[in-house]
């Protein structure tokens, strides 16, 4: 299946320009897919080492549960992050644009203290539409 919905990047004038869309309207949608929270872990259950292996991971499982709805990665429209150290969100924003097409959907990134275990880097979630 196609996706029918088509996305047009908001960047008013008087906003700061920012490496993702500050906003982002879809329109021609027919349905919405919600993925939950991703995490880097193996086949196992074992942590990833690092915030790049487990973002490999991550874009991964999203890939895959997206696929599973007939969607892309193209067709996310809402991806939150979830980051335990700040300074990894360089790491994990090097490889999303590694794996991720380009312009990216909006984007929260947010820095908690801790997630589902002490090893676990990064979640991340998403929003698709098609």
Do not use: C, H, N
């Not at 990047?9 to 993702?20: D, E, F, H, T």
């Not at 929270?37 to 991550?58: F, N, S």
């Not at 991806?79 to 590694?98: H, K, N, Q, R």
């Not at 820095?111 to 275990?117: D, E, I, K, R």
């Amino acid at each position: 299946m196609t996706s029918t919905a088509t996305k047009r990047i908001l960047q008013p004038s008087g906003v700061p320009a920012a490496p993702y869309p500050q906003g982002l309207e879809v329109t021609g949608a027919q349905r919405l897919v919600f993925v939950s929270g991703q995490v880097g872990t193996d086949d196992e259950g074992q942590w990833l080492d690092g915030v790049q292996a487990q973002t490999r991971e991550v874009i991964g499982r999203v890939t895959a549960v997206l696929a599973e709805a007939d969607l892309t990665l193209d067709d996310i429209v809402k991806l939150t992050i979830y980051l335990t150290d700040p300074a990894d969100f360089g790491g994990f924003m090097s490889v999303a644009a590694e794996l991720m097409p380009q312009p990216q959907s909006a984007i929260t990134a947010l820095v908690v203290p801790f997630l589902s275990a002490p090893e676990q880097k990064v979640e991340v979630e998403a929003i698709a539409a098609g």
